[in-house]
């Protein structure tokens, strides 16, 4: 298994472009996770999936869009990239039993976001 | 808001030393668990503790839970210089979706 696959590894934007940040798993786990993380404040949630067609807001969502097509992806787009979105990204991928429910999630390597 | 806090956030020990951090969190939870990071790479999860029990061991890492002072602790035992990293704790909200992150300790063991 290959696990939880991001890419790319690393980007640099200018203000106002708009990307996709791909996030693929191949452990047939039905919810899927985006996270941002800066120095000094932990990982915060942006956006998350319970299956298939289903997608919530977490801490932090402005500024980005997700959708849910299929079990193993879950792509993460910048509409209209700005600086204060420059930060390192993490998907993350579990099982999901019933609500309430969380067990391990595992983790992608990250992409760096630079935005200019 | 962050649900899980640690402490301390930075922690410097010697090479057999014990290393214990804590984390603290605000509203009831289904289950708590811990991760690791080492610099610059993805998290790894190290333990799950749900909200009914109380200890937790998984080779040299033991967890605590006690849900009626709201708070965790990881301890480590014999660390070693591997263990270098930052580890987070995270929670899960009763009858919630979403698990929450703190901001981390760093812990350093020198070798």
């Known amino acids: 298994n290959a696990g939880v696959t991001q890419t790319p590894k690393f980007q640099v934007l200018k203000t106002g472009q708009s990307m996709t940040l791909q996030c693929a798993q191949d452990?047939?786990?039905?919810?899927m996770s985006w996270y941002r993380q800066d120095p000094g404040m932990g990982l915060r949630l942006i956006h998350y999936?319970?299956?298939?067609?289903?997608?919530d807001q977490g801490e932090v969502p402005n500024g980005y869009n997700v959708s849910r097509s299929t079990t193993e992806d879950f792509p993460l787009r910048l509409l209209s990239a700005a600086p204060s979105q420059t930060s390192v990204y993490f998907c993350a991928s579990s099982y999901y039993r019933q609500p309430g429910e969380k067990e391990t999630q595992y983790f992608g390597p990250g992409t760096r976001l630079l935005v200019l | 808001s962050q649900q899980g806090e640690e402490d301390p956030q930075a922690l410097s020990i010697q090479e057999g030393e014990n290393a214990t951090m804590n984390c603290s969190y605000k509203t009831s939870i289904n289950n708590l668990q811990w991760y690791r990071q080492n610099s610059g790479r993805g998290l790894v999860h190290l333990i799950l503790?749900?909200?009914?029990?109380r200890e937790k061991h998984s080779g040299r890492l033991r967890v605590t839970l006690d849900t009626s002072k709201k708070s965790s602790s990881l301890l480590i035992t014999a660390s070693r210089a591997a263990d270098t990293a930052s580890y987070f704790c995270a929670t899960l909200g009763s009858g919630s979706e979403k698990l929450v992150f703190g901001k981390g300790t760093k812990l350093t063991v020198n070798p």
């Open positions: 999936s319970v299956g298939a067609g289903i997608t």
């Open positions: 452990m047939n786990h039905e919810y």
């Open positions: 503790i749900r909200s009914n029990e």
